[in-house]
């Protein structure tokens, strides 16, 4: 099982930047997909989730209008593109697989917000 998250990085207060997970050694479309992120000394926190068909969304308040999660599952990537960054959305991205007591995670791609 893999989970490889892609597309992180620098960039500008007010800018965009999508995120990428591509998922291999499971059947991704039976699974309900998340973005989680972390800052040091802090707990994970969910930023977003999408259900295994993409039929449903869920958002953290602080992400609501600005981020968006999507899924492809006939490629088997999952997305999450954030809009109007700010410099608290600066953490470390997760891409998580879950399906009733299951969770894979990914290693992680680290977002920095800064002029």
């Known amino acids: 099982v893999q989970l490889v998250e892609s597309g992180g990085g620098l960039v500008q207060p007010g800018g965009s930047l999508r995120v990428s997970c591509a998922a291999s050694?499971?059947?991704?479309?039976?699974?309900?997909m998340s973005w989680y992120r972390q800052t040091p000394g802090k707990e994970r926190e969910l930023v977003a989730s999408?259900?295994?068909?993409?039929?449903?969304?869920n958002y953290a308040d602080s992400v609501k209008g600005r981020f968006t999660i999507s899924r492809d599952n006939v490629k088997r990537m999952v997305y999450l593109q954030m809009n109007s960054l700010k410099s608290e959305d600066t953490a470390v991205y997760y891409c998580?697989?879950?399906?009733?007591?299951?969770?894979?995670w990914g290693q992680g791609t680290q977002v920095t917000v800064s002029s």
């Open positions: 998580n697989a879950r399906r009733w007591r299951i969770d894979y």
């Open positions: 050694g499971f059947t991704f479309s039976t699974y309900d």
């Open positions: 999408i259900s295994s068909v993409g039929g449903t969304t």
